[in-house]
């Protein structure tokens, strides 16, 4: 459910995925045919490219058009035999669960139940923060992402088997949290948005969200093979990832309301034929003509733009209202897209033209905006085969002719750029051109070749064809801003890389003793996959080279965010206010003492530091779990034989903090390196036992 920010270097790599250029010759001085001949041949040709280029286990494509499924196939395997999925297989289709969730409240709309514009307190009256200004945030701001809130509850989300209290601990951290903007003045795409919709579903409905999905939109529909994950799936049903010669156990999403469903391309076409039938599908209304309209509603018109919106200008539960790709044929399009670690999906409509297509995929390096892609491609040549237009969009080629860059135009673009997930740096380089760099590793790492200023008043990149940046200010603020060419290669993309910010304050000493320090998951369930998901269990504060007054965390549950650390000794605040994606998942790092150590806090998650974890010795050693329970963490002083009992769970990570073992309540002997870092996992006020021999 994250969505990296694209750089220069990543936006060729999404162009001209599947075959618009040779569906045009196909297709061109032909008349439309009820058979999408064509179509069908296309969306092959595209599947089959994106699956090589990235590597994906299997795909499953689905085409609706005038209220019929009239193509749907597999593609890829679902074991190591080469067994080719089944068009039941079911597929994690990530944040396209927001449209579901979006679909289920407006119904309750309809019913009159809920209001778009009332305050979400009226539903969730045990809803709070810490700015008062919550009890402003509305329904509608839940579903166009402008609550404000931080972002994202990683807490817990992604486990081994089902953890049910996920939601608990979203309203736990958003009671500990401020709000990142006015409600309603910013999107900012927002999981924690969804999560609340979701509860407000069901204290209205008085039905667990899984049960009113099932008997309000899934039995209705005929969706019978979408479910969400409140057990682990029969071996089987799921499309697994297949890597390392291997298939690669499920990860449980807990997030149902904002990206857990399961389901079928074949079961997402009849979702979608609520939106191109106007609401009614085999004769039965799910939603009213009046619903869809509003979710069909671009929300981002009076909020904070930095660039075009582009791929993102949300309605209610859609990622676009203007899909780009269908805009360059003249066509308003619908889209949502859904990552999930390693299924991804696409769902495009058409609704005035009463088409749709639906791809679902398993793969590390698919993507959603692989899947979009393809859905892309597959419903230009629809549109075509049914005369909805007469040709396929033009390929978008050249570029302004070069125009001599003055000094004052390369100063307007200097600088250092933030965003959540990515920092930028902006430098002159020969004769007035531009070099970009990207912070790894704490280093500032160059991206290839130049951007050198042409007529439109952008610089445009030497290495990627097509790739351009520019300044542009709102809000009082400057936003470096990237503009390339999208995925069907009939459309341009716009994406903001980051917010401007200049050197501030000095840094206290209570930071700079932070910077490289790590701090441990202290209150993660140990079926958490957050333990072994990123590099390590703990977050790093980092100093970003050649800016003081701001630092970053990076690591588990936040990737890498900024925090300004002039205002307070203990508090790192979020001070971005970067619309769309790359202002998602920003928090507040507050530190304070417990028991005589220096504890993290954002969101919902509480981590320890790593720098006192206290040492086991030879022989018996007695480790208590304190009193709110998960995790004590201690450290192997030389190689030494491990033997772990009494516990519920435990891991074992080596002194660089990777990732070597795992096991749960039963008695187990391990080789622990020198240095080795032990988590025991039980209930609060119980002991176990580490042997070290």
């Known amino acids: 459910m994250r969505v990296t920010p694209l750089l220069i270097a990543t936006v060729a790599s999404a162009t001209l995925i599947g075959g618009v250029p040779a569906a045009q010759a196909s297709v061109a001085g032909k008349k439309p045919t009820p058979t999408f001949n064509t179509t069908i041949k296309e969306g092959r040709q595209a599947v089959r490219s994106a699956m090589k280029q990235t590597k994906a286990t299997s795909v499953s494509v689905a085409l609706v058009a005038n209220g019929k499924r009239v193509w749907s196939q597999t593609f890829g395997r679902v074991n190591t035999a080469g067994k080719k999925p089944s068009p039941t297989t079911k597929y ?159 990860q449980v999403p807990n997030l149902f309301a904002t990206g857990a469903l399961l389901s079928t391309a074949n079961d997402m076409a009849r979702l979608a034929m609520v939106f191109t039938g106007e609401g009614v599908v085999d004769g039965k209304r799910i939603l009213s003509r009046s619903a869809i309209d509003q979710m069909g509603a671009d929300q981002t018109t009076t909020t904070l733009e930095a660039a075009p919106p582009g791929a993102f200008r949300y309605g209610l539960g859609w990622d676009t209202v203007k899909d780009p790709a269908l805009d360059s044929a003249g066509v308003r399009g619908w889209t949502k897209g859904g990552d999930l670690f390693e299924f991804h999906a ?41 005369g909805d237009i007469k040709k396929l969009p033009k390929q978008i080629s050249g570029k302004p002719d070069k125009e001599r860059a003055t000094a004052k135009h390369v100063n307007n673009v200097t600088g250092t750029y933030l965003a959540q997930s990515v920092s930028v740096k902006v430098t002159e380089g020969k004769e007035r ?42 809000w009082g603020r400057k936003y470096l801003t990237l503009r390339g060419i999208g995925g069907t290669g009939t459309f341009r993309t716009h994406s903001t890389l980051g917010q401007r910010v200049r050197s501030g304050g000095a840094i206290s000493q209570a930071w700079r003793a932070r910077v490289g320090m790590r701090w441990l998951l202290a209150n993660e369930d140990p079926t958490s996959l957050n333990w072994t998901a990123t590099d390590k269990p703990a977050v790093e504060i980092k100093t970003i080279p050649g800016l003081s007054g701001y630092l970053l965390a990076t690591g588990a549950l936040v990737e890498s965010v900024p925090v300004d650390v002039t205002t307070s000794d203990t508090v790192g605040t979020m001070f971005l206010a970067v619309p769309l994606v790359p202002g998602r998942d920003l928090y507040d790092l507050d530190f304070s003492m417990r028991g005589g150590e220096e504890y993290l806090t954002f969101s919902s998650s509480v981590l320890r530091p790593a720098a006192t974890v206290p040492a086991l010795v030879r022989g018996s050693n007695s480790v208590a779990i304190g009193p709110s329970g998960h995790v004590a963490w201690y450290r192997v002083p030389d190689a030494s034989t491990v033997s772990i009992s009494g516990q519920s769970d435990w891991k074992l990570f080596d002194d660089k903090l990777s990732f070597l073992d795992s096991g749960e309540g039963a008695p187990a002997t391990k080789q622990a390196p020198g240095g080795a870092y032990v988590a025991v996992f039980g209930p609060a006020g119980s002991t176990a036992t580490v042997e070290v021999g």
């Open 346 to 386: 696409g769902f495009v409509i058409a609704p005035d033209q009463g088409l749709a297509a639906i791809v679902e995929g398993a793969g590390n390096s698919f993507s959603s905006t692989a899947a979009q892609t393809i859905a892309q491609t597959i419903l230009l040549n629809a549109l075509v085969e049914k």
């Open 433 to 474: 051109s531009l070099r970009l760099s990207i912070l790894s590793d704490g280093k500032w790492v160059r991206e290839p070749g130049r951007l050198v200023r042409r007529a439109n008043g952008a610089f445009w990149s030497t290495a990627t064809s097509g790739s351009s940046i520019k300044v542009v200010k709102a």
């Open 92 to 250: 994690g289709i990530g944040s396209v669960s927001k449209t579901v969730t979006a679909m289920a409240l407006m119904q309750l709309v309809d019913a009159g139940k809920v209001s778009l514009d009332a305050p979400v307190v009226r539903y969730v009256p045990d809803f709070t923060m810490k700015s008062p200004q919550y009890r402003q945030i509305t329904v509608r701001m839940l579903l166009n992402h402008s609550a404000g809130f931080p972002g994202s509850d990683y807490a817990d989300g992604l486990t081994t088997k089902p953890f049910p209290g996920y939601v608990d601990g979203v309203l736990a951290g958003l009671r500990n949290s401020y709000l990142k903007t006015s409600p309603g003045s910013m999107n900012v795409y927002c999981n924690d948005c969804y999560t609340l919709a979701g509860v407000v579903l069901e204290r209205v409905s008085g039905m667990s969200l899984p049960d009113y999905m099932a008997k309000n939109i899934f039995k209705p529909l005929g969706m019978k093979h979408s479910i969400y994950p409140t057990s682990l799936p029969v071996p089987g049903k799921v499309a697994p990832v297949i890597r390392g010669g291997g298939v690669q156990p499920f």
